[in-house]
C-alpha cells in the first residue's frame, strides 16, 4: 500500500494503518539523515523527532499531493533546527569537552575542608535555577554520569553538559566575588 | 525512548484530522477581509470625490493591483502555512512582481514629486494618523489569520508569517485609498506604504518565533 494510502487512512481514524506508515517512513528518514549527520546517535534523536513532528502535523497533509515530498520538508525542517541549535552552543562557546572521566579524578587536595566554603558552595548552588541545581547535584555530589543524567532529566547529553558548564561558571563567578 | 514505543505511542494516539483543502480556507479568507473592510469602510464613509475617483483609470489599475496583490499574498501564506504547501516556491514572487507594477501604474505620473524637499516637509506632517488607522484596521484580522496559520505548521515561518502582514496590509491600503481623500504620492509612501514595509518585516521576525512548532 502506498504511503499516501496509508496517511489517508489514518487521518481516517485507522491507528494500524498509521502504525504501519510510521514504521514504513522511520527508515527512509534514517537513510536520509545519515547523509547529513556523522553521530548515529544524532541520527537516532533527529528521527524521533522528525517522527513527533509527522504525528504533531498530520493535519496538514493533503491526500492529493505526494506523502515523500510533505515528509522531508518536515524532516528538513528538523535537521536545520537540530543544527541550528548546535551551532548556536558551539557560538556560544558551549562546546565543552566534559567526560566522565573528569568525575572521577578526585584527588585529597580537590576537596575543601573549609567549612566556609562548604556552605558558601551550598547556599550558591541553592540560588541556582532548579534545573541546573538538579544537574550539578546528580553530576558533582551524586556520581550520576552525564549519560545517566541525561536520561533522568529527559535531556540531550549535550545539554545537560552545557547546563552543567553554566552552573559550575556561574558557581566559580560567585566565589571568585566572594 | 526507543524508537519502536515511540511509533507505539504516536500510532495509539492516532493522527489528526484534515485541515480543510488550503485553497478553500484561503477563499474563506478573502471573502472575510472583503466583508470586514466593506464593514469598516461603510462605518466609516467612502471619501467624498470617490465618484469622480472611480472613473479614473490609474485608480481604478491601483485598486485592481492592490487586490490582487492583497489575494495572493494571503493565498500563498495559507499554502506555505502547511509543509510543502506551496508548489513552488518561485510563486512567492508573485506579490512583489504586483507590487512593482501597482507603484507604476498608480504613481508613474506624480513620480516627479519625489524628493527630499517633499519627503523632510511629509515627515513633519501630522500624517502618523493615517498609519495609527491602518494599524488599528489590521490588527484584528492579522490576529486571526496568525492564529488559524498556527494550527498548520509551516516550515517557513518568516515567509508565512510575512505574506500573511503583505496580504491583510494590501487589503487595508486598498481600504484607506477608498476613506481618505489624500493623493499625495509623498504622504501615501510616507505615512502608508513605509509603515506597512517596516509592519512586514517586524512580522517576519516576529512569525520566526510564534509560528515555530
Keep these: 500500500m502506498s504511503l499516501e494510502t496509508l496517511m489517508s487512512q489514518a487521518q481516517n481514524g485507522d491507528n494500524k494503518a498509521y502504525a504501519e506508515l510510521l514504521t514504513e517512513i522511520s527508515p527512509l528518514i534514517e537513510n536520509f539523515l545519515k547523509g547529513k549527520l556523522s553521530n548515529p546517535e544524532d541520527v537516532n534523536d533527529v528521527t524521533q523527532e522528525v517522527l513527533i513532528s509527522v504525528h504533531k502535523a498530520s493535519q496538514t497533509y493533503d ?21 541550528r541549535s548546535v551551532y548556536a552552543q558551539k557560538a556560544r562557546g558551549a562546546d565543552i569537552d566534559f567526560n566522565d572521566d573528569d568525575l572521577e579524578i578526585v584527588s585529597e587536595n580537590d576537596v575543601t575542608n573549609d567549612y566556609e566554603d562548604i556552605e558558601f558552595f551550598h547556599k550558591a548552588l ?17 556520581g550520576y554520569s552525564v549519560r545517566e543524567t541525561s536520561i533522568a532529566m529527559g535531556m540531550k547529553e549535550s545539554a545537560v553538559k552545557v547546563c552543567a558548564h553554566r552552573a559550575l561558571k556561574q558557581l566559580s563567578d560567585r566565589y571568585a566575588g566572594k | 525512548m526507543d524508537k519502536l514505543e515511540l511509533i507505539e505511542k504516536l500510532s495509539e494516539e492516532g493522527a489528526a484530522k484534515p485541515l480543510p483543502h488550503p485553497f478553500k480556507q484561503s477563499l ?67 506579490p512583489f512582481i504586483l507590487i512593482v507594477i501597482w507603484f507604476y501604474a498608480a504613481y508613474s505620473e506624480s513620480m516627479y514629486m519625489l524628493n527630499m524637499e517633499n519627503f523632510i516637509q511629509s515627515v513633519k506632517s501630522d500624517g502618523y494618523m493615517c498609519t495609527c488607522h491602518i494599524l488599528l484596521v489590521t490588527v484584528l484580522p492579522l490576529f486571526i ?69
Excluded at chain 2, 467612502?46 to 485598486?63: A, G, M, V, W, Y
Excluded at chain 2, 495572493?72 to 508573485?94: C, E, M, Q, V
Excluded at chain 2, 476613506?179 to 509592519?199: K, S, T
Aim: aromatic share 14%; hydrophobic share 50%; glycine share 6%.
Design chain 1, 63 to 83: 491526500p492529493s499531493r505526494p506523502f515523500k515530498v510533505w515528509l522531508f520538508a518536515i524532516t528538513r525542517y528538523r535537521l536545520n533546527d537540530f543544527l
Design chain 1, 126 to 142: 541553592g540560588k541556582l535555577p532548579e534545573k541546573q541545581q538538579k544537574i550539578l547535584t546528580m553530576l558533582k555530589l551524586e
Design chain 2, 145 to 213: 489569520l496568525f492564529y488559524f496559520i498556527r494550527m498548520g505548521a509551516s516550515v517557513h515561518q518568516g515567509w508565512t508569517g510575512g505574506m500573511a502582514t503583505l496580504g491583510v496590509c494590501s487589503f487595508t491600503y486598498l481600504f484607506m485609498r477608498f476613506v481618505e481623500a489624500n493623493d499625495d504620492i509623498v504622504h501615501l509612501l510616507v505615512w502608508h506604504a513605509l509603515p506597512i514595509v517596516i509592519f512586514c518585516l517586524i512580522s517576519i521576525k516576529v512569525s520566526k518565533k510564534f509560528l515555530h512548532w
Design chain 2, 28 to 94: 474563506i479568507w478573502i471573502v472575510g477581509i472583503i466583508v470586514f473592510m466593506g464593514a469598516v469602510i461603510s462605518i466609516e464613509g467612502f471619501r467624498f470625490d470617490i465618484n469622480e475617483k472611480i472613473q479614473s483609470l490609474p485608480f481604478i489599475l491601483e485598486i485592481i493591483l492592490l487586490l490582487a496583490t492583497g489575494i495572493s499574498a494571503l493565498t500563498i501564506s495559507i499554502y506555505d502555512s502547511r509543509p510543502a504547501g506551496l508548489p513552488s516556491n518561485k510563486l512567492r514572487a508573485i
